[in-house]
């Protein structure tokens, strides 16, 4: 099997594994909330060496177990330790045993008005209010502990969360109210995918697995939700070529956009698809635009197309289309979609092609063919908002690849790839990459792969991981800020050449 790592799971598919660690290979539960608090307490002290005052804020189920557990050892360790209990208090089972071995060393206070003061003078704040069955927003006291905890970490306080920050969803990375923004989460048994995409990967901070030495026999015939692609992945996905190898074994690729005041688009789409690898690229624009493009990019075969006839012609010659890049929405943009729809050619569909697909052709389904949708794209296409796709994008994804077919790519932190077989998420990117022309940039590269053989989801997910980590080279070479998609395309040799 994969690593654990690369296996994403669900709240209730956790609760599962947590079961059969405890029922089939007989550990008892006790002793998972000790090995739990002493992974996190080893990753804190990895982390913030200099730590000497620890703050915990305990809820009542077992993810405050897990916090009372890691007061002991801090304790233990010559921390001064003060833990401040929120809502109920543990009332049985595993939890109410945690309180108890910690009462027996030190004491609790009760969450209050005054409390928020004490959180300002912690070295570590310790987030174990909720565990991974929240499915609220957090109320009462519990929200105004949470709203304390930021404010201190606004102020320099490091906050470590143990599984998942509270307030997080942890199916989905969904956050209805208030939510600890940690600095570190150290999640157990295994992954949660709403740690990793959503609004997870902007609360979570760095995420470290703790396995909690569970027997990999717990996992056998659970299916994870998806897989955490690894860059690694790229050098199965990209071999290296043949010595032999020319430019017609590296497939054709047919670019269509570029209507009036677009230009750039689908530039920027043509150079990706040429660093990607792609034998040959030819650009389908209108005909004002392609002496432009020509003297930009003497590499790139430029057509100006003007009729249905014009594009039909260009397509017999390619292996790959790929349609959106400033295609705009007019008359010879709806022209150019119908014409680029009826090919019997595998085909990225992203930008304005989307737009017209939801417009034009919402029926359509195509099992060739790569859709590579933003949010807003995505509601459009299954006729709800951007909001709605952002609360739950694994839903979201899963219904689009359902109702248009092929593979579906759902972009934004953590982008998610779907094929109807597997479900991928993209660790990589950064904040950097949401400026114009980066989803262009990505469609070039999706189409150099598929015109060089990849299967269409190992495509796609080979194009999100070389798309974000190019970008993340850049922003590791320069900074996040004021990085454009030139850049990203710029970076790419290195990226598709593991």
Same mark, same amino acid.
């Given at each position: 099997?994969?690593?654990?790592?690369?296996?994403?799971?669900?709240?209730?598919?956790?609760?599962?594994?947590?079961?059969?660690?405890?029922?089939?290979?007989?550990?008892?539960?006790?002793?998972?909330?000790?090995?739990?608090?002493?992974?996190?307490?080893?990753?804190?002290?990895?982390?913030?060496?200099?730590?000497?005052?620890?703050?915990?804020?305990?809820?009542?189920?077992?993810?405050?177990?897990?916090?009372?557990?890691?007061?002991?050892?801090?304790?233990?360790?010559?921390?001064?330790?003060?833990?401040?209990?929120?809502?109920?208090?543990?009332?049985?089972?595993?939890?109410?045993?945690?309180?108890?071995?910690?009462?027996?060393?030190?004491?609790?206070?009760?969450?209050?008005?005054?409390?928020?003061?004490?959180?300002?003078?912690?070295?570590?704040?310790?987030?174990?209010?909720?565990?991974?069955?929240?499915?609220?927003?957090?109320?009462?006291?519990?929200?105004?502990?949470?709203?304390?905890?930021?404010?201190?970490?606004?102020?320099?306080?490091?906050?470590?969360?143990?599984?998942?920050?509270?307030?997080?969803?942890?199916?989905?990375?969904?956050?209805?109210?208030?939510?600890?923004?940690?600095?570190?989460?150290?999640?157990?048994?295994?992954?949660?995918?709403?740690?990793?995409?959503?609004?997870?990967? %902007?609360? /979570? @901070?760095? $995420?470290?697995? +703790? !396995?909690?030495? *569970?027997?990999?026999?717990?996992?056998?015939?659970?299916? =994870?939700?998806?897989?955490?692609?690894?860059?690694?992945?790229?050098?199965?996905?990209?071999?290296?070529?043949?010595?032999?190898?020319?430019?017609?074994?590296?497939?054709?690729?047919?670019?269509?956009?570029?209507?009036?005041?677009?230009?750039?688009?689908?530039?920027?789409?043509?150079?990706?698809?040429?660093? %990607?690898? /792609? @034998?040959? $690229?030819?650009? +389908? !624009?209108?005909? *004002?635009?392609?002496?432009?493009?020509?003297?930009?990019? =003497?590499?790139?075969?430029?057509?100006?197309?003007?009729?249905?006839?014009?594009?039909?012609?260009?397509?017999?010659?390619?292996?790959?289309?790929?349609?959106?890049?400033?295609?705009?929405?007019?008359?010879?943009?709806?022209?150019?979609?119908?014409?680029?729809?009826?090919?019997?050619?595998?085909?990225?569909?992203?930008?304005?092609?989307?737009?017209?697909? +939801?417009?034009?052709?919402?029926?359509?389904?195509?099992?060739?063919?790569?859709?590579?949708?933003?949010?807003?794209?995505?509601?459009?296409?299954?006729?709800?908002?951007?909001?709605?796709?952002?609360?739950?994008?694994?839903?979201?994804?899963?219904?689009?690849?359902?109702?248009?077919?092929?593979?579906?790519?759902?972009?934004?932190?953590?982008?998610?790839?779907?094929?109807?077989?597997?479900?991928?998420?993209?660790?990589?990117?950064?904040?950097?990459?949401?400026?114009?022309?980066?989803?262009?940039?990505?469609?070039?590269?999706?189409?150099?792969?598929?015109?060089?053989?990849?299967?269409?989801?190992?495509?796609?997910?080979?194009?999100?991981?070389?798309?974000?980590?190019?970008?993340?080279?850049?922003?590791?070479?320069?900074?996040?800020?004021?990085?454009?998609?030139?850049?990203?395309?710029?970076?790419?040799?290195?990226?598709?050449?593991?």
């Amino acid at each position: 099997m994969e690593n654990i790592a690369a296996r994403l799971y669900s709240a209730a598919q956790v609760r599962e594994l947590d079961r059969r660690a405890i029922e089939d290979c007989g550990i008892p539960g006790y002793s998972l909330m000790q090995r739990a608090a002493q992974a996190a307490w080893r990753a804190a002290q990895a982390r913030w060496p200099q730590v000497r005052t620890v703050t915990v804020l305990c809820g009542p189920g077992n993810n405050g177990g897990d916090g009372y557990e890691l007061a002991c050892l801090a304790l233990a360790d010559g921390c001064t330790v003060r833990v401040f209990e929120c809502e109920d208090l543990p009332r049985r089972g595993d939890a109410l045993t945690a309180r108890a071995a910690w009462l027996a060393i030190g004491s609790v206070e009760r969450w209050s008005a005054t409390s928020a003061e004490a959180l300002l003078t912690a070295d570590l704040i310790v987030d174990a209010l909720y565990g991974i069955g929240l499915s609220r927003a957090p109320e009462g006291e519990t929200a105004d502990a949470i709203t304390a905890a930021n404010a201190a970490h606004v102020n320099g306080v490091a906050v470590l969360a143990l599984d998942i920050p509270s307030g997080l969803i942890a199916d989905t990375g969904q956050v209805p109210g208030a939510v600890i923004n940690a600095d570190l989460t150290v999640t157990f048994i295994a992954q949660k995918i709403g740690l990793l995409t959503g609004q997870g990967p %902007a609360f /979570a @901070g760095a $995420v470290e697995l +703790a !396995t909690l030495d *569970v027997p990999e026999r717990v996992h056998v015939g659970l299916t =994870p939700i998806a897989q955490r692609i690894d860059a690694s992945d790229l050098r199965r996905w990209l071999p290296r070529r043949s010595p032999t190898g020319h430019k017609g074994d590296h497939g054709h690729v047919l670019l269509i956009g570029g209507d009036h005041g677009m230009l750039g688009a689908i530039l920027l789409a043509g150079r990706a698809a040429l660093r %990607a690898g /792609a @034998g040959l $690229v030819t650009i +389908a !624009t209108r005909a *004002v635009h392609a002496p432009l493009l020509a003297a930009a990019q =003497p590499d790139l075969m430029v057509r100006g197309v003007e009729s249905a006839a014009e594009l039909a012609m260009l397509i017999t010659r390619a292996d790959v289309v790929a349609i959106g890049p400033g295609l705009g929405t007019d008359d010879w943009s709806r022209t150019m979609f119908d014409t680029a729809m009826a090919a019997a050619l595998p085909m990225v569909v992203d930008a304005d092609a989307l737009n017209l697909l +939801a417009q034009q052709s919402p029926s359509l389904r195509r099992d060739d063919w790569l859709l590579t949708p933003h949010p807003g794209e995505a509601g459009r296409l299954l006729g709800c908002s951007t909001v709605t796709v952002q609360q739950d994008r694994i839903a979201a994804i899963q219904a689009l690849q359902a109702r248009y077919g092929g593979a579906v790519v759902l972009k934004g932190a953590g982008s998610l790839v779907a094929d109807g077989e597997v479900l991928r998420l993209c660790p990589y990117g950064n904040p950097g990459m949401g400026v114009g022309g980066m989803g262009d940039v990505l469609t070039g590269i999706s189409a150099a792969f598929l015109a060089q053989g990849l299967p269409l989801g190992i495509a796609a997910a080979a194009a999100v991981t070389v798309h974000a980590r190019a970008g993340d080279a850049v922003a590791i070479a320069g900074g996040e800020r004021g990085l454009i998609a030139s850049d990203v395309v710029d970076a790419l040799r290195a990226q598709v050449n593991p």
